[in-house]
């Protein structure tokens, strides 16, 4: 369909990079869209950064990282400045968040353990950490439904800001929640997911931009697990500043910016590490998961409190829909094509490299 897309509207901007994870790019593709920047009449500035984001991938496809980071940089730089976004204020709701969700915090009494549904799993992490891999991994498992991309959580955290406490917000609101209140919460969760699960004993909740609610979803869900994926700091900010995102990662969009979110990031993700319980909180390392699929399967399935099913290994197989930036390599065999491609464009990167080197997280 997007071949034939190309070949009918070679002006659609939306044809050529929709296919740019799916067809090749010859060389004359590559011209036809670099002309296509040059073109009577103008194409409109939306799709001047989408033939920018996808003359970057078609670039560094055909090896020439010189041109390739031209474009990105070019389509990064238009799109930044069609967004707000406030990089100060993102570094300090993390560190907000990890102050209020104290262990102490977290030690208080939740919910009793009658509301303790063990049927969510959330995923969480980074945007292009292999969160999506981790899902079609475990929802290959027969007793697994994976639910995809889910904003309930953050819906409802945002309907409790708004419910008649104006001066109160996330995390001050939810910290100082009663337990009765984190019992409310979590019966909503599960009131709105559960129907989707279809009789499935676990519902994957892939939204890797819930690792805030962390310590929220301990306490108002406790029986709730979290798996957390995480990989090599370039390879996973090299991902995201080559992907032009339809909604949210706001910070992806300027090399500095992101290398600045992504160390935020890590810090609050080592406070969750030492606060929540490790039966309800993992660790996966995307690298540890392609050097040993199986093993690393393993691992995720039992964390889950479910028998192995060899199913989980041929996740490629399973036939569901994915809607999501990661959907045509699901549907590949685990491949390491991407593992230390940050270092070796890290010269393209050094807004990134220093923003990362400014500070390192405790491991």
């Known amino acids: 369909a997007f071949a034939d897309a190309r070949r009918r509207f070679p002006r659609s901007a939306s044809a050529w990079h929709g296919s740019v994870d799916l067809l090749p790019f010859a060389p004359e593709d590559r011209a036809r869209l670099e002309a296509l920047l040059e073109a009577t009449p103008p194409l409109s500035a939306d799709d001047r950064t989408l033939v920018h984001f996808t003359l970057g991938a078609a670039w560094l496809g055909a090896g020439d990282a010189a041109k390739a980071f031209t474009h990105f940089a070019e389509g990064n730089r238009r799109k930044r400045a069609t967004i707000t976004y406030d990089a100060d204020g993102a570094e300090a709701r993390l560190a907000r968040i990890a102050e209020a969700f104290s262990e102490e915090c977290l030690g208080r009494a939740g919910p009793a353990p009658a509301d303790a549904s063990e049927l969510p799993v959330f995923v969480v992490g980074m945007p292009r950490s292999g969160t999506g891999l981790v899902e079609q991994i475990l929802a290959s498992h027969p007793a697994v439904h994976g639910a995809g991309e889910l904003p309930v959580m953050r819906q409802l955290v945002e309907e409790m800001e708004l419910a008649g406490r104006p001066a109160a917000a996330f995390p001050e609101l939810m910290a100082a929640a009663p337990p009765d209140d984190l019992a409310a919460l979590g019966r909503r969760y599960l009131e709105r997911v559960s129907g ?131 959907a045509v390599q699901l549907r590949r065999p685990i491949f390491r094509d991407a593992v230390g491609r940050g270092s070796a464009l890290a010269g393209h990167l050094a807004p990134l490299v220093a923003a990362l080197s400014a500070g390192q997280a405790p491991r």
């Open 196 to 326: 989707m699960a279809g009789g499935s004993a676990r519902l994957v909740d892939k939204m890797p931009l819930n690792f805030p609610y962390a310590g929220l979803i301990a306490m108002a869900l406790p029986g709730a697990r979290i798996v957390h994926c995480h990989r090599d700091a370039l390879d996973c900010c090299l991902s995201n500043y080559t992907r032009l995102y339809m909604e949210d990662n706001l910070f992806s969009y300027d090399l500095g910016e992101l290398g600045r979110f992504y160390r935020a990031y890590e810090r609050l993700m080592a406070h969750w590490r030492r606060v929540l319980p490790p039966e309800r909180f993992i660790d996966l390392r995307y690298e540890d998961l392609v050097d040993d699929p199986e093993g690393q399967a393993r691992r995720l399935v039992a964390f889950c409190g479910l028998p192995w099913d060899p199913a989980c290994l041929d996740f490629h197989r399973t036939r569901r829909p994915v809607a999501m930036a990661s």
